[in-house]
């Protein structure tokens, strides 16, 4: 296949097919006799040497290939409309397109249980797809539009990246329900430096990822008995034991069901860390990219 040899005219009539399910009612949605669509649709065949759709049980249904297919062509359709049409403007209740975040685990525990049914009752056609690349490759995905968004605490410091603060992240201590040396709500220093640490190391780093905020305030150094890249066994390593993690509160309030363990502030008062959305200047003004941006910060920062 050679992008030349396709006839850019022939998606138009993907896209009804993908959205409509039959040849009748895409050619309806078209304007199009249906002989004419039944001709793309045989063109779109041998060009993607594939059948695209097939009968089956009564039902006009797509191949994988067609799947594979559908959430490009409507980027590209949503694209074209919006850059080469005057006046036109993204439609969330309309868009078919799949947004892609790059996310921590910390930033799923946070965000997507509350951004989630926002995002589907507004854009119910849309799709999201989260991703967790290396720090090191997300601007470069950022820049190739190969993510939309990238959420998280860890600072992205290539310079031209557009950031923006959704919300700040106090620092707790994660500890078992009946764990000793806690006083007023707080462990006690000489209970923090006695303590077995877990830490926190993603993406194969040498440092838990918060160790910067203790040594800032002149904190104590920590004996970590157990290094994980991510927060989700927190809990059920914590529950009945002597272990501590100092975790962001946000994160902490999500496990607070958790019978076996609770949520203390730490020995020092710590900085909060500050969580937020990056993304790259050459879609800066891109219509999907804005709604969603503006979606996240108006659930957050409201």
């Known amino acids: 296949m050679h992008l030349h ?42 060009y993607f040497n594939d059948p695209l759709f097939v009968r089956s049980g009564g039902r006009f249904v797509p191949t994988p290939k067609a799947t594979e297919l559908a959430p490009h062509v409507a980027h590209i359709m949503e694209r074209l409309h919006a850059d080469l049409v005057p006046g036109a403007a993204f439609d969330a209740s309309q868009t078919r397109r799949t947004f892609v975040l790059n ?82 709500g707080r462990i006690t220093l000489d209970a923090y430096q006695a303590a077995s640490h877990i830490g926190i190391k993603p993406f194969g780093g040498e440092d838990d990822i918060f160790e910067w905020a203790l040594q800032s305030h002149g904190g104590p150094k920590r004996r970590f008995l157990l290094s994980t890249p991510g927060f989700m066994t927190l809990p059920m390593l914590i529950a009945g034991s002597d272990l501590v993690a100092t975790v962001p509160a946000h994160m902490a309030e999500v496990f607070a069901h958790w019978s076996g363990v609770r949520c203390v502030q730490p020995p020092l008062d710590l900085p909060a860390l500050p969580l937020r959305q990056t993304w790259h200047p050459r879609f800066q003004n891109d219509p999907g990219n804005q709604w969603v941006r503006h979606l996240f910060h108006e659930i957050f920062c409201a």
Not at 24 to 29: G, I, K, M, Q
Not at 115 to 140: N, Q, T, W
């Open 103 to 184: 996310m921590t685990d910390m930033a799923e525990l946070v965000f997507l249980p509350r951004f989630l049914p926002e995002f589907r009752e507004r854009a119910p056609g849309a799709s999201l797809r989260v991703v967790r690349l290396m720090p090191a490759d997300i601007a470069h995905a950022l820049e190739q539009r190969r993510v939309d968004l990238a959420i998280s605490s860890l600072p992205l410091t290539r310079e031209g990246l557009f950031q923006q603060q959704l919300i700040e992240h106090p620092l707790v201590c994660m500890v078992a329900s009946r764990r000793k040396g806690i006083k007023d």
């Open 5 to 46: 040899e396709l006839d850019l005219n022939l998606l138009p009539v993907l896209q009804a097919l993908l959205d409509k399910g039959s040849v009748s009612r895409a050619a309806d949605a078209l304007g199009l006799t249906q002989s004419a669509v039944s001709h793309a649709l045989r063109r779109l065949r041998e």
